[in-house]
Every structure is written in structure tokens, then in C-alpha cells.
């Protein structure tokens, strides 16, 4: 084992993961220095840098047709810009006393340890595996890189039977299920909720689940499976649950994510309620001067509940590697938090959602009111106008907007993105019956969707 030097008093910058929170703080960090002034040491364990894992399911459903489409930046590109990026080598340890990690070669299995001045924790998220019988099975898969991926197209390109069964039904569940049927599999979910998408109300869950049924995916709610079970060749034949069995020639395990911070839990760095690390403004790890997180691996602010939450998403990853390049590289900024937005689909179905649930606003202990309108995606007299579903929360007696779920076809899920202004801004819903949007019949009724709900709001909020 060696301890590498050598620096030339050049400061050292080492970032652990090369996906799009560390190496967008890599690649920020080096537009505000030069080779010169920082030395930039990325590890990364896997096969691929700068992908987008969000992607993946419509490469395995056969939308996006090759994987290189995902690929934003090759590790030949990084280097190209004088960052030192180490591939297939994994980071073990952290010793924030020494300001030094240990890697390994994943392929060699030789160690080093590396000093830095300055330290990026990028280490994202790992799949959630349930611990049951035969989760380890052939045919059973996660999805969380392009590795997985492939592993999953190479399977389905083995595979002879046509069932499979998809565990959860998040957004990765219920994408995977879209990109089996067009891959022409017989799909089972098998989702332990009331509804899929927990991320919405159950009420607007419900028509997530009708749209799913429509596409011949057969749901299964509030259930919970029991075990995989595998045939005499080790291969798995079907999934269980308390009260059935569920033929399945492949499984694909879409239960979500947890963050992936062994390495910081053993190196005695903060962690909040979720296991994600815990930062300030500037996505420094609460007190450690010389070491940032971000991505997948961190909690963060939510804007409207006032509390720490866990929300991996690749918007928020590469806005920390932002923010954290530019504060490594000496400059200056801050990511105040997040208001929760995220947009989804089922086939023709878009999925929104932004602020909070029902349930969110409970635990923090907020009084609301909620409204929930029908109305269409264009003028209703213009061709191809689609219905589209609305629930608005507001606060009881200010009418604080607190947050907004939309389910319809063409142009429901983007109307998010309004909501999700007006709750940064911490707009009323009477504000925002005021807004001055856009309106031409193919593209929205008089009044947008999103307004009718604002002034549904508004009056129910009065009336209390």
C-alpha cells in the first residue's frame, strides 16, 4: 500500500463517483481553475461516467435505441479537460483525520491511499434489495445503471418466456412496466401501496392504476411479496406474496433507492433521518471545512414542509455538482432547496407533482384545504383536447399554496413547472389566480388547468 504525493503545491481536489453530481463539480471546479492551480482526481467504481440512470428505462422499452444515447460525457471527454478520471476503481475508505481516501482497483484489487486538500462525496444511491429468499435468483434485476441495464436486455434477449413481474410500483416500477409491455412481456405489478405512485394521493393514484390496467398490465395492491421463487435450474419461476404466487420468467425489482453513504457513516460524518448526508448551503458536510456532498447521497431542504428531506433526482445532482464546483473552485454559492417537483409517464399518461402530499403536510403539522377539477389539456372545441386531472393543496386560512399533482394525456405533466414557481415563490392561490400565462385553444382552455384549481382554491380557503 502507498501513499501518493507529488502534487507540485498544487492543491488536490478528489471527488468520489463520476456520475452527475461529482462530475459536474469536477467539471465546474476546473473552468474556475487550471490545471496549474488544482490537481482534479475522480474515482469512480463502475464502467460509465455522465449518464443519465432517468433514461434507462426507455432504452430497455427500445424508445432511446442505443445506450451511447445516454452517455453525456465520456471519461476520454473528462480527461480531455485535465481531470485525473480513475475508472473501475472504488473508494473504501475515508479518513476525514488524514484528509486521505483509500481505492481499489476493482479489477486488480490493489490499494492505494490518496491525499486530498479538498474532498467531493458523490456517491449516490443503491437499489433497494429486499432481504428475502431468492432475491439473488438468475432473472431477478435491479435498475440503477447502465450495467444494469444491460444485464436486463441481455436477460430479456434469453429469456423464452413472455411473464414478467415488476416489485414496486415508484416511478422505476412503473416505467419498467411500460418498457416490458413494449417489449412484448405479459407485465404483473406487485406493489405493497393502496395505489401505484406513492409519491401522488391515493385519490390521484387511482387513475394512475386505471391508465396501467388499460395498457393490459395486471395490478396487485397492498401486497407485499414474500419470496422469490426459482425452478430446479436456479432460475426464477414465479414471485410469492402472503396470499399468491405470480408466474414470472423475469423479475425487475423497481422499489426505489436508498443513499448510498457506507463510506460517510464509517467515517463518522453527519447523516439525517433517511441515511443521506446532511450539508449546508454551500453542500458542505456539517462541520468538515474541507469536504462537500451532493446527488443521490445527500438530504436536502424542502421549501415548503421546512424539513429535511431525501429526494434523488438527476436535476438536483447536477445542481450540487454546480454549486459544489464553484465553491471548491474557490468562488461562491449556494442551493437553498427544493420544492419537490418531478414528472413521470405511462405511455399517453403524464404523471406531475410538486410541493406536498396529503399526508406531508399532516406530519409537519400544516391545516389544508384541497380541490381537485377536470378540465383539458386544449380548448375544448380544438381537436385532440385531452381530459386532465388537478388536486391543489392550500394552506387553511392564508391560502398558501402547498402543493399540486396533475394526471392527464399531451401537456398535463409540464403545467407542473407553474406550481412549482408558485411555490418557490411561496405564492397564494389567490396570487395565483392572477398569473399571466399563455392561452391560444391548441395549447389551453381560457382558463389553464392550473388556474381553475387556483381559484377553487381560493374560494374553498375563503369559506373557512
Known amino acids: 500500500m502507498s501513499i501518493s504525493d507529488g502534487r507540485g503545491g498544487r492543491e488536490r481536489l478528489v471527488v ?28 469512480e467504481r463502475g464502467h460509465f461516467t455522465s449518464f443519465s440512470a432517468c433514461g434507462i428505462p426507455y432504452w430497455v422499452g427500445g424508445e432511446v435505441p442505443d445506450r451511447d444515447r445516454l452517455i453525456a460525457r465520456t471519461a476520454e471527454e473528462h480527461r480531455g479537460r485535465d481531470i485525473d478520471l480513475r475508472m473501475r476503481t472504488e473508494v473504501t475508505e475515508i479518513d476525514p483525520a488524514g484528509r486521505r481516501v483509500r481505492a481499489r482497483d476493482v479489477d486488480s484489487g490493489a490499494e492505494s491511499w490518496t491525499p486530498y486538500d479538498k474532498l467531493v462525496i458523490a456517491t449516490g444511491a443503491r437499489p433497494v434489495r429486499p432481504d428475502l429468499p431468492g432475491v439473488d435468483a438468475r432473472g431477478v434485476h435491479g435498475v440503477q445503471t447502465l450495467d444494469d441495464g444491460q444485464a436486463l436486455l441481455d436477460t430479456l434477449a434469453r429469456t423464452r418466456g413472455r411473464r414478467a413481474v415488476v416489485v414496486g410500483a415508484g416511478y422505476i416500477g412503473v416505467e419498467m412496466a411500460e418498457a416490458l409491455i413494449n417489449r412484448g412481456f405479459e407485465v404483473t405489478v406487485v406493489n405493497r401501496g393502496k395505489e401505484p405512485m406513492s409519491t401522488l394521493d391515493p385519490d390521484m393514484g387511482r387513475l394512475v392504476h386505471r391508465a396501467m390496467e388499460g395498457l393490459g398490465i395486471t395490478m396487485v395492491n397492498d401486497a407485499e411479496v414474500t419470496e422469490v421463487l426459482t425452478g430446479g435450474d436456479g432460475r426464477v419461476r414465479a414471485v410469492a406474496t402472503a396470499d399468491a404466487e405470480y408466474p414470472a420468467d423475469l423479475v425487475v425489482l423497481g422499489i426505489g433507492v436508498r443513499p448510498e453513504t457506507g463510506l460517510a457513516r464509517a467515517a463518522g460524518l453527519p447523516l439525517g433521518a433517511r441515511g443521506g448526508l446532511l450539508t449546508d448551503l454551500a453542500m458542505r458536510v456539517r462541520g468538515h471545512e474541507d469536504i462537500w456532498a451532493g446527488g443521490d447521497c445527500v438530504e436536502v431542504l424542502n421549501l415548503v414542509s421546512g424539513q429535511e428531506q ?22 461562491y454559492a449556494t442551493f437553498p432547496g427544493v420544492v419537490g417537483t418531478a414528472v413521470s409517464k405511462v405511455c399517453d399518461l403524464e404523471i406531475g407533482r410538486t410541493g406536498l402530499r396529503e399526508k406531508d403536510a399532516r406530519r409537519v403539522g400544516l391545516r389544508f384545504e384541497t380541490v381537485t377539477v377536470e378540465s383539458t389539456s386544449r380548448a375544448g372545441y380544438y381537436p385532440g383536447a385531452a381530459p386532465m386531472t388537478v388536486k391543489m393543496l ?40 392572477a398569473l399571466d400565462l399563455g392561452y391560444a385553444p391548441p395549447f389551453s382552455p381560457v382558463w389553464d388547468p392550473v388556474l381553475v384549481a387556483a381559484r377553487k382554491a381560493t374560494a374553498k380557503v375563503r369559506d373557512v
Open 16 to 43: 468520489i463517483g463520476g456520475d452527475a453530481a461529482g462530475m459536474s463539480a469536477a467539471s465546474q471546479a476546473r473552468r474556475l481553475r487550471g490545471p496549474g492551480e488544482l490537481e482534479i482526481v475522480v474515482f
Open 310 to 331: 431525501y429526494i434523488p433526482l438527476g436535476t438536483h445532482a447536477n445542481k450540487h455538482g454546480q454549486v459544489i464546483g464553484t465553491n471548491a473552485g474557490g468562488g
Open 394 to 433: 392550500a394552506e387553511t386560512r392564508t391560502g398558501r399554496l402547498l402543493g399540486v399533482q396533475i394526471v392527464g394525456r399531451e401537456g398535463a405533466a409540464k403545467r407542473v413547472d407553474v406550481a412549482a414557481v408558485a411555490l418557490t415563490a411561496q405564492m397564494t392561490v389567490e396570487q395565483m389566480t
